[in-house]
């Protein structure tokens, strides 16, 4: 287990160097001044610029700068927004409990209705709840998530008037940000409202982590499938089978539990999918989460916060996975037991 | 046996199946009927108004901030000024000063204030004494005085203060007591006292300055502000919201609203939803398709004013070909507004003809418009030897804004017509902060602008947009600077007498149209949507909204929405 967690390290650190890499070629790429990128306008050849070419060591050697930029980002340091003057990271931390909250009811809804679809068809192969289960998947992979989250606002929030339209949770709560995480936050402020502000925010939750839930969810439910039914059709199921051992059992202890080994993968891969998706989920809900941050830095050419934030996005995504990757070593004992 | 196995599983998972649909069901259910139940704060609701506005203002500073947006989140709510327009008009009427002196040449004005008004806490700061004359010194000497401790705070140009040229037209301001103050300005000049009820002279509390300054935190004097106005800045999420509550000591009364909520929304449509929905109480800038849509229903009102504003086009005089008037009519002769106006305005909209609106004073309805002629343009660029065009940028941003619903549209229109006689426009689009940024140190071609009046007088289109002074901080967008017309509307600035004004202002509208350093585009309506409950909500003739002596009809618990 030791040589594994330090193998998972060792490919981390790795990644790190390579992300830093390539993220300081693009920023040596980008057109025009990185000073004045960075600083706003200043003259060039003045007082103030100098500092600031010092202060970013623009006059050393690429190397030594190379060797400056991983030093500040291990320590933290990623620039300050040309928009807010507010150092990247502490702006980065107040949009990201948004997005993890969103992301985590999400990942909860693909992850249960995933597998549940997925045994669902693997048993019932070729059945019509098995056609059921592929096609409504394939339609829910290829569904473009702009159009699907207007259609769910039209339809819950408009005509049937049961979730809101957007935001975190109503105005008429006035809930403190403590934890940035809403549902955490409206109990805080239980004594003020019980638990009308935490319904509300779940309220508020149901439609965008439905609509970010979609795509991983129909990858989960075909790998789900697939991985099942290969299960399945294995000679220990038909041994357990034949000892007597109840269809329950099998199916979800001896079935879902092998099945479950090569989807913890998937899962980590969706993480990605994921982000992606909540950059586009936010705008559409008006979710101020860390797309939705990027979204706007984009808009405001405001570099460093961009340059930062696909950054951690980036960090963040390698973190999930390294993590997946321990997980699928924990559940799996194959990988465990060197031969 | 797999036969055998699927039948078996099946009998098994039909059980297992009900057992989760029904707890899926039975959250689904409290989820969406539950909380109707536990009951939401209903005084909360019926002392909550929620505006969705359109984007987050750059800044809550009242004198470095150019746009509506910002003076809508900063001064109109938070601060107040001098004087003020009364609601609905361009008349000036008594705020912070009780009343005003002005001496016969109109170069001194004394201004009485009035006692007992008192400044908002917060958490750096709880005011020991009431507004008097020093905190109008410093809100006024903290943009004139460059080497002011404040002037640096925010890194800003004090665009406002500089437009209106205040820096050279205020000679003193001398505080005669604690209570009456003196401006002294360096020559007559009609429109002070309009300037003086402007956002940008907003007070601010130099107390709290002094505060600021005691903990090394000035940059809080922009973070957290502090006014006297009728709300007072609660919290801040960017992107996400605003939320101000009643001052509990403003010295008109306290405002029945107790909390005020900004719900940034920049998407039109999601606001209209939002707005329909009943999650927020008031829209801004609603598209003309939002107004037809409502003309069935009955839970929501529109709020439909002329207003006083100009979209338009400018051309970076500076730049060839453009300094060329010849060029410059030809572009005016080449567009199609007929077209824009349907597809853009869809009508809510008139055509401009003028660089100021129809319900401005000195108006000149005797000018004679550019018409649509593609074939007279393409003449005109022939006799500016430019017979194959020539390419230019349109610099533009993806923003709805008050003058115009769609301004990329705008611009894709005016390239479709570019195309025609020849020149190749390529489209430029930044957010609206870098677009101003990018477009006031010049480096565009052209540029879609807009401009919605802050006072009812001409010369805050005139002395705003097209003077020579004001291609400095590069507000005149069209780096227009004709000496005839500057020397005009200076001196309209001097006199007093309305009547002879007039007479220059339109003389100076038929200089504009010969030299043609804009196409005109529109006139708009400016238009809210408001939800019924919504009482006395007015819209000011800048396009600005205060929630001062705004109600809510209060609900009983039936019809409440959640």
């Known amino acids: 287990m030791i040589r594994i967690i330090f193998r998972q390290l060792t490919t981390l650190a790795l990644s790190f160097l390579g992300i830093t890499l390539i993220f300081f070629a693009l920023t040596q790429l980008i057109p025009g001044d990185p000073v004045i990128i960075n600083y706003g306008n200043l003259t060039p050849g003045s007082e103030e610029y100098l500092a600031a070419v010092h202060a970013m060591g623009l006059d050393q050697s690429l190397f030594q700068q190379y060797l400056i930029y991983v030093d500040n980002i291990l320590h933290g340091d990623l620039g300050r927004s040309n928009i807010t003057n507010k150092p990247v990271l502490s702006e980065f931390f107040t949009f990201f409990p948004a997005t993890f909250e969103l992301s985590l009811i999400a990942t909860l809804i693909a992850l249960i209705f995933g597998v549940l679809a997925g045994v669902l068809a693997a048993v019932k192969k070729n059945t019509w709840v098995d056609n059921l289960v592929i096609s409504s998947s394939l339609v829910g992979y290829s569904m473009p998530v702009f159009w699907w989250g207007m259609l769910l606002i039209l339809l819950f929030s408009l005509n049937l008037g049961l979730t809101p339209v957007a935001g975190r949770i109503s105005y008429v709560f006035d809930i403190e940000p403590v934890t940035g995480l809403m549902l955490v936050d409206s109990l805080l402020a239980y004594s003020k409202y019980e638990f009308a502000a935490f319904f509300d925010a779940l309220r508020h939750l149901i439609l965008p982590s439905l609509v970010l839930a979609t795509v991983p969810l129909a990858a989960i439910a075909r790998m789900t499938r697939s991985s099942m039914i290969e299960v399945l059709n294995a000679d220990y199921i038909l041994t357990a089978q034949s000892k007597g051992v109840s269809r329950w059992k099998i199916i979800w202890v001896h079935g879902l539990r092998n099945a479950m080994i090569p989807l913890v993968t998937v899962i980590g891969l969706q993480s990605s999918v994921l982000l992606t998706g909540a950059i586009l989920t936010e705008t559409i809900f008006a979710w101020p989460g860390v797309g939705k941050w990027m979204v706007e830095a984009i808009f405001r050419r405001d570099f460093p916060s961009i340059q930062g934030g696909v950054l951690l996005i980036a960090f963040f995504v390698i973190f999930i996975n390294a993590s997946v990757d321990l997980l699928y070593a924990v559940i799996n004992p194959r990988m465990r037991r060197p031969k | ?562």
């Open chain 2, 1 to 562: 046996m797999q036969k055998n196995f699927t039948l078996f599983a099946l009998l098994n998972l039909r059980d297992s199946c009900q057992t989760l649909f029904g707890l899926t069901l039975s959250i689904a259910l409290l989820l969406l009927t539950g909380c109707e139940k536990a009951a939401i704060d209903l005084d909360a609701y019926n002392s909550t108004l929620v505006y969705c506005s359109e984007g987050s203002p750059d800044s809550f500073d009242p004198h470095t901030v150019t746009i509506g947006t910002a003076f809508d989140a900063s001064a109109r709510q938070i601060y107040n000024r001098l004087v003020a327009f009364k609601p609905g008009t361009v008349e000036i009427t008594p705020s912070l000063a009780k009343r005003w002196k002005v001496n016969a040449d109109s170069t001194v004005y004394t201004f009485y204030l009035r006692k007992n008004v008192s400044f908002h806490s917060n958490e750096f700061f709880t005011p020991t004494r009431s507004f008097n004359a020093d905190d109008v010194l410093f809100s006024f000497n903290r943009q004139k005085n460059t080497s002011h401790p404040y002037h640096r705070v925010g890194n800003r140009d004090f665009a406002y203060f500089n437009f209106q040229s205040l820096n050279t037209l205020i000679k003193d301001i001398r505080k005669v007591d604690d209570h009456t103050i003196q401006f002294v300005l360096t020559r007559p000049y009609s429109p002070f006292l309009s300037v003086l009820a402007m956002e940008f002279t907003s007070i601010m509390s130099a107390e709290y300055a002094k505060a600021l300054t005691d903990l090394d935190q000035k940059n809080n004097i922009i973070h957290h502000p502090i006014g006297t106005g009728p709300f007072q800045f609660v919290r801040y999420q960017a992107d996400a919201y605003i939320r101000y509550r009643a001052h509990p000591d403003y010295w008109r009364g306290k405002e029945t609203i107790e909390h005020l909520v900004f719900a940034i929304t920049p998407d039109p449509s999601l606001r209209f939803a939002r707005v329909t929905a009943e999650e927020c109480d008031v829209m801004s800038n609603p598209l003309p398709i939002h107004l037809k849509a409502l003309e069935q229903t009955q839970a929501t009102d529109v709020i439909s004013q002329r207003g006083l504003n100009i979209a338009y086009w400018s051309f970076n005089t500076r730049k060839p070909p453009l300094d060329n008037k010849l060029v410059r009519q030809a572009l005016n002769y080449a567009v199609n507004r007929k077209a824009i106006l349907e597809a853009v305005y869809y009508g809510s909209a008139e055509i401009a003809k003028n660089p100021i609106p129809p319900d401005m004073w000195s108006y000149n309805d005797n000018i004679q418009g550019y018409d649509y002629n593609p074939q007279l343009a393409r003449n005109l660029l022939y006799k500016a030897g430019l017979p194959d065009g020539f390419s230019i940028d349109i610099y533009t941003f993806p923003e709805q804004r008050a003058y115009n619903p769609n301004t990329i549209k705008t611009a894709e229109l005016i390239q479709q017509d570019l195309k025609d006689i020849g020149v190749t426009a390529q489209i430029v689009t930044y957010e609206v902060g870098t677009f101003l940024q990018r477009v006031k140190s010049g480096e565009h071609d052209t540029s879609l602008q807009g401009w919605i009046a802050d006072n009812g007088d001409p010369d805050n289109f005139f002395g705003s947009l097209l003077s020579c002074e004001a291609t400095i901080p590069g507000q005149n967008s069209a780096f227009w600077c004709h000496e005839e017309f500057d020397a005009i509307i200076q001196d309209a600035k001097t006199i007093s007498k309305k009547s002879q004004r007039a007479k220059l202002y339109k003389r100076a509208q038929e200089i504009f149209k010969e030299e043609a350093p804009w196409l005109t585009i529109a006139h708009t309506r400016q238009n809210l949507i408001v939800n019924q409950r919504v009482k006395n909500l007015e819209m000011s003739l800048s396009g600005g909204i205060f929630f001062s002596g705004v109600s809510l009809e209060p609900q009983v618990a039936d019809d409440k929405p959640l």
